[in-house]
């Protein structure tokens, strides 16, 4: 199915989850921040968010530095 990935069209498999889609960028165990349609999601929601077709996702990962 069709999505919105920070701004760029992404195919997902039917069925996904917040975190199977942060599983599948690499982010697993890092600190991100997930918005669903202009909803944040929060992390314990992650595993029982489902992704629908057509759904705007923005995910922003938290860099270290000083």
């Known amino acids: 199915m069709e999505i919105q990935l920070n701004g760029t069209g992404r195919t997902v498999p039917e069925g996904s989850t917040v975190a199977a889609l942060i599983e599948s960028l690499g982010y697993t ?31 922003v990962v938290a860099v270290g530095g000083g």
Do not use: F, L, Q, Y
């Not at 600190?31 to 705007?56: K, L, Q």
């Open 29 to 59: 165990g890092k600190r991100v921040a997930v918005e669903r349609n202009g909803e944040i999601v929060p992390r314990s929601a992650h595993a029982d968010t489902r992704i629908a077709p057509g759904d705007t996702i923005e995910i």
